[in-house]
């Protein structure tokens, strides 16, 4: 399979889901994370390869920030620039709850027909 | 891509800066400011590693310059399109000329006029206090650490003021301080920060703004007095004058003809189409400022830290 291909597609499908996966990693953490926090954690629970690339994090964190369905502060650092700190608000976990909903009809919607292939 | 991998923070940073250099000069200073935290953070992680091996995997979790660039690009235009709501725009003369009263740009603009005296005192304040005490404690130990102090805290102003502007106009600006790469020297960093043309042109923007703000403030204020005193002070006098409710004091209009029930109709006219014009006026004033602040506060061409060893290579 053409390898850009893959590439296109992939970006195509991130487009929404890094907000979703954001949303979901800040409301399951009992602290507020800052960017390569969370970069390293998408990395981590995927045997070390984010599936996004962690670039592409960071303006999606300023616009939900902007959006009012995170928090952030700002916290000094040694290793360079200070860090932001974000931690969702309750705006952000109505949001994510309907995402998610959104998420389980389209995987099962999605799933019905990929299935039938592999299944007998 | 014909390009050679990056392989330092600085080069990083500088093929970022080339990819976005079309854009927003706030947006690049915040893509900057995000690659910067993460590349250095990723550096701290692996001590055993040296700067450029880190670098060149760099590509494969951060991602490449242009594909960084374009995840801004992206996501700007995105949230630009769901944070604006679409607004019918009049076009026709009549409706564009008082649909202006339907624009909280207008409002928060004119509100900003108001504003722009306290914001210019304190400014103007902050600037000459720091400036004079700096100059005179120059020849004394503490002078240089002194005005190294001042000039952090005018970036947290610069930000601060930065923010007003674009909750007031809609401009986009600065979201992150202005940060300068760790790694030259303390008195090279200095040096740059000195022969930066920010530096300046901030410092300018702040003493400027006690005149811009008493001559935003004047106009705002005989502006909304004349155009509300026009447009009310019939409705008072004809109360007074018939007895409908008792306005404090007594109502007179001169010239004595302003009194004619003929005449009354016209001076509100001319009240409200003041007021129109004056909203008009303050919606201008905001633009314009934040075209002005954009570009003594923001500069795409300063030289940071890369830009100044780009220059330099």
């Known amino acids: 399979m053409d390898d850009s291909n893959g590439k296109k597609f992939q970006k195509d499908l991130n487009g929404g889901l890094v907000g979703l996966v954001l949303l979901a990693v800040l409301n399951q953490s009992t602290e507020d994370l800052y960017g390569y926090e969370i970069a390293k954690r998408l990395a981590s629970a995927n045997e070390g390869v984010s599936i996004f690339k962690e670039g592409t994090i960071y303006p999606v964190l300023r616009a939900l920030s902007a959006a009012h369905l995170l928090t952030s502060r700002i916290v000094p650092s040694y290793s360079g620039p200070p860090r932001r700190y974000y931690r969702i608000t309750d705006q952000g976990r109505s949001v994510l709850a309907e995402w998610t909903a959104i998420w389980a009809g389209t995987r099962n919607f999605v799933d019905r027909f990929i299935d039938k292939g592999h299944s007998p | ?313």
């Open chain 2, 1 to 313: 891509m014909n390009r050679s991998a990056p392989r330092s923070i600085d080069h990083y940073l500088r093929q970022l800066r080339e990819e976005l250099a079309a854009e927003d000069a706030a947006l690049i200073q915040d893509a900057l400011y995000d690659a910067e935290e993460y590349l250095r953070a990723e550096v701290a992680a692996h001590p055993d590693k040296s700067e450029s091996d880190v670098l060149e995997l760099i590509a494969s979790t951060y991602g490449a310059p242009d594909e960084v660039a374009s995840a801004y690009r992206d996501t700007e235009a995105k949230v630009k399109a769901a944070m604006t709501t679409p607004r019918k725009v009049a076009t026709s003369g009549v409706s564009a000329f008082f649909g202006v009263f339907l624009d909280p740009r207008a409002y928060t603009s004119l509100f900003f006029m108001l504003l722009s005296l306290a914001t210019g005192i304190i400014y103007f304040t902050f600037a000459v206090i720091g400036l004079s005490l700096s100059a005179g404690l120059a020849v004394l130990v503490i002078g240089i650490p002194f005005f190294l102090v001042f000039m952090a805290l005018t970036r947290v102003v610069s930000l601060a003021e930065g923010r007003l502007i674009e909750a007031m106009t809609g401009e986009r600006m600065p979201r992150r301080p202005i940060h300068q790469s760790g790694t030259a020297g303390f008195w090279s960093r200095v040096g740059q920060m000195l022969k930066d043309r920010r530096t300046w042109t901030t410092l300018a923007y702040l003493i400027l703004m006690l005149p811009l703000g008493i001559a935003y403030f004047v106009i705002a204020v005989v502006g909304l007095s004349l155009s509300l005193a026009f447009t009310f002070a019939p409705l008072l006098y004809l109360a007074d004058h018939y007895g409908w409710f008792y306005p404090p004091g007594n109502v007179h209009m001169n010239p004595a003809w302003l009194e004619s029930l003929w005449a009354l109709p016209f001076t509100m006219l001319v009240g409200v189409l003041l007021l129109t014009l004056v909203m008009h006026l303050a919606r201008g004033v905001g633009r314009l400022h934040a075209m002005y602040a954009k570009t003594l506060l923001v500069s795409p061409a300063a030289p940071t830290a890369a830009g100044v060893q780009a220059a330099a290579a």
